[in-house]
């Protein structure tokens, strides 16, 4: 009778032990698929959430950009506007008669270049953009006059002649006289290591060798008459220079 007894009980266990068993793994199994799904709802959160910020951020840095670039066009057109009417009043002279030289005037570049032959040399006279200033108040309020105005207009004059060594000279052309700033002498094929002799400074010359230098360039057309054409004509050149430059930027800010 035991022994009929326990074999019951053994039976009834094999077979409850394994539905427990299986009981316990789907428990675990449900667990663990529940925590990977609320793990996956929080990446999604915070990929969504950490995306968004990025969006934002662009979105207004690209209104910003287009409002910076809307008023820049509009300050732009508005002094394209100002300057159209500054080149209708700065409009270039004609070249004057008996003037000697050559222009050679390149769209986009500050300075133009006058060319000329004398006899057997060639002189070159690269001319910059004028020097604009106001006279000292006191100077005004002595001479009882408003608002003077002075210029100065740089100019590097290049002699050469055949041989390919030239005499450069450094000036400043004003309305009432020519001065030599520097004087050099300039080798094609300069060989010499270190730095080379330049001479002493103009200034330092004897009287008489600055008087006959500045001769030198009379004669060869460097003189005082050529000033107010030259200003007049490199006025008119700056005020096209800019409103090219103006139009150039309105077109790249604009494409």
């Given at each position: 009778?035991?022994?009929?007894?326990?074999?019951?009980?053994?039976?009834?266990?094999?077979?409850?032990?394994?539905?427990?068993?299986?009981?316990?793994?789907?428990?675990?199994?449900?667990?663990?698929?529940?925590?990977?799904?609320?793990?996956?709802?929080?990446?999604?959160?915070?990929?969504?959430?950490?995306?968004?910020?990025?969006?934002?951020?662009?979105?207004?840095?690209?209104?910003?950009?287009?409002?910076?670039?809307?008023?820049?066009?509009?300050?732009?057109?508005?002094?394209?506007?100002?300057?159209?009417?500054?080149?209708?009043?700065?409009?270039?002279?004609?070249?004057?008669?008996?003037?000697?030289?050559?222009?050679?005037?390149?769209?986009?570049?500050?300075?133009?270049?006058?060319?000329?032959?004398?006899?057997?040399?060639?002189?070159?006279?690269?001319?910059?953009?004028?020097?604009?200033?106001?006279?000292?108040?006191?100077?005004?309020?002595?001479?009882?006059?408003?608002?003077?105005?002075?210029?100065?207009?740089?100019?590097?004059?290049?002699?050469?002649?055949?041989?390919?060594?030239?005499?450069?000279?450094?000036?400043?052309?004003?309305?009432?006289?020519i001065t030599i700033d520097s004087?050099?002498?300039?080798?094609?094929?300069?060989?010499?290591?270190?730095?080379?002799?330049?001479?002493?400074?103009?200034?330092?010359?004897?009287?008489?060798?600055?008087?006959?230098?500045?001769?030198?360039?009379?004669?060869?057309?460097?003189?005082?008459?050529?000033?107010?054409?030259?200003?007049?004509?490199?006025?008119?050149?700056?005020?096209?220079?800019?409103?090219?430059?103006?139009?150039?930027?309105?077109?790249?800010?604009?494409?």
């Open positions: 009778m035991a022994q009929a007894f326990y074999s019951v009980l053994r039976r009834a266990s094999s077979s409850v032990l394994p539905v427990a068993i299986r009981t316990a793994g789907a428990s675990r199994t449900f667990h663990a698929a529940a925590a990977a799904t609320l793990q996956k709802g929080n990446l999604s959160r915070d990929l969504t959430r950490g995306s968004f910020v990025p969006f934002l951020r662009f979105s207004s840095e690209s209104a910003a950009k287009r409002r910076a670039d809307e008023n820049l066009l509009q300050v732009v057109e508005s002094e394209i506007e100002c300057a159209e009417e500054t080149e209708d009043q700065n409009t270039m002279e004609k070249i004057p008669k008996g003037f000697l030289f050559k222009i050679k005037d390149n769209p986009g570049e500050r300075t133009i270049l006058l060319k000329r032959k004398f006899e057997d040399e060639i002189i070159k006279v690269e001319v910059d953009m004028p020097d604009v200033s106001g006279d000292d108040e006191d100077e005004d309020e002595e001479d009882g006059k408003d608002d003077a105005v002075n210029f100065s207009i740089p100019l590097v004059v290049s002699i050469s002649k055949g041989n390919g060594v030239q005499l450069e000279f450094g000036v400043t052309a004003f309305p009432s006289e004087l050099s002498i300039e080798q094609p094929d300069d060989s010499l290591e270190g730095l080379s002799y330049e001479g002493p400074e103009f200034n330092d010359l004897d009287e008489n060798l600055q008087k006959a230098f500045h001769n030198y360039l009379e004669v060869r057309g460097i003189e005082q008459n050529i000033t107010n054409f030259l200003h007049q004509y490199m006025i008119a050149k700056d005020s096209k220079e800019y409103m090219n430059w103006l139009k150039n930027l309105k077109d790249f800010v604009e494409h």
